[in-house]
């Protein structure tokens, strides 16, 4: 069964996703996974699709107060001891049923289908997987914690890079990062400020005033952190 604007997304010979709008389907045969773990990992890619989406929306313009930032599993279903030969018939959450997505095959689908085509590619690489998952959770959260969430999504970035260089590094390393993005530490010095200051649990600091005065600039030094990562990784739009 097929809908919205792909035939599917062949993940691998038991895994396909597909999209309907902003409605995503993970179907598989998980004769050798414990389905706890698989939910869990379905829980990842839709994750992370979010925040991939969340990025690629806010370079179309979307205000962060209209993001699709939460990713719940509806009509969640284990079949045990089937073969099927032929088809396979399904159904539908209520709430994606005729009229109530208007936009199957408009610009914003097409975006979400680029989401999770990227977010299928990363959520096996923990690195990448955590990067953009705080990522998302620092577009959800609306206190201080969001700056540290949005740290550690670049420090998770910064991982990334410094394995291709040592998997053995123990002390942070971020010059890889810096030379395949064309970041900088000055750049980041007002997350990183603001981001140890509620580690620490220093809610007074001067960082972390000017941060909150300047919550959205301050969010944005990690975003574009991940929106060059992406993109460095080969996803465009």
Known sequence: MTFGVEAGIQLDDDSTLEVLGHALAYWAIAEEQDLLTLRAFVQDV?????????????DRGDRRDALRLRAELHSWLEVRGVEARTNVVGTIHERYA???????????????TTAANAAWRFVRKPTLRLAFKDL???????????????????????????DKVSATETKPVWPPLHAA??????????????????????????????????RDATLVLAEDVLRRLAQHEGVSW
């Not at 005729?98 to 979400?112: I, K, Q």
């Not at 000055?186 to 941060?211: E, M, Y």
């Open 98 to 112: 005729a009229g109530a997505v208007t936009e199957l095959d408009g610009p914003r689908a097409r975006d979400f």
């Open 46 to 58: 839709f994750d992370v699709t979010l925040a991939i989406y969340a990025l690629i929306r806010l």
């Open 181 to 214: 993005l064309g970041t900088s530490e000055g750049q980041l010095q007002p997350l990183t400020d603001a981001a140890t200051s509620i580690r620490h649990g220093d809610t007074k600091s001067a960082a972390l005033a000017a941060a909150r005065v300047n």
């Open 136 to 162: 998302g959770f620092s577009l959800l959260d609306r206190g201080d914690d969001a700056f540290l969430y949005a740290y550690r999504a670049v420090e998770n970035a910064r991982r990334f890079h410094a």
